[in-house]
């Protein structure tokens, strides 16, 4: 079926209840959950959707996009408020735009951030489960800041990445990886102090960034030093993938810049 008009749907999520956002059967996915609250929008007007990416279970987004094809044209303000009035909490448009028929939303150049946020030293209010990883050991915060850095640039990611297919290309370039205090996403039942790893690059590996938070967990504990991150990075490694992945809940999908 042809379909003669193209959308761009900005939302937000919150992952913690959700597996992920692609569609897998007898599971509560976020794309199943955007299809249901489509069909009350539309209600039987036929249309398709497709997402930028995919996300791990529990994993939220600050920055989502969908490309909507239907046979129909359709008001941005009506739009909405139609669809975040039948969507669940958890879950709300931003905004909504016509694109050009020749706008492919894989295939477009784009640059993506991710946040993953921790904190150390005491166990956190359970509000927070859904937010922020919390590790009631202490760790060597200053360690991990000059750990992520390393990350920074052209590398080889065969360590951090699960499942890859027989063309996966695994040298990657990362354009900024840093620890910082978190100031960006705070609530009155957050920890005094937390932080953030920020990461910006065109693309990651499956579980890249969660393998490369509870690498620097692991650094931060001084159970590894920063010349076995260096070590795994090289293109000569044993290419095995490491085994301690960080908890999807602490990631954040926090912006997608691409043009339109």
Known sequence: MKYPFSYL???????????????QPNTKTLHDIVDKTLSFVFENTNYKTIGVGRTDAKVSANTYYINLFTRFEFDETSFLEDFNKNAPADLKAISFNELSGDFNLI??????????????????????????SGLQEDLNIDLMKSGAKLFEGEHYFHKYCTKPSANTIFNRKIDSCEIIENDVLTANFFPETSYVLKVRGRGFLRYQIRLMMATLFELGRENITLQFIEDSLKEDNDQKFLRNVAPGSGLQLYDIDFKV
Not at 12 to 21: A, K
Not at 114 to 128: D, E, L, M, T
């Open 9 to 23: 749907i900005k939302i937000q999520f919150l992952g913690f209840r959700f597996s992920g956002w692609q569609k």
């Open 107 to 132: 295939n477009s150049e784009k640059i993506k951030e991710y946040h993953y946020y921790f904190s150390f030293g005491q166990k956190n209010h359970p509000f927070a489960a859904p937010f922020i």
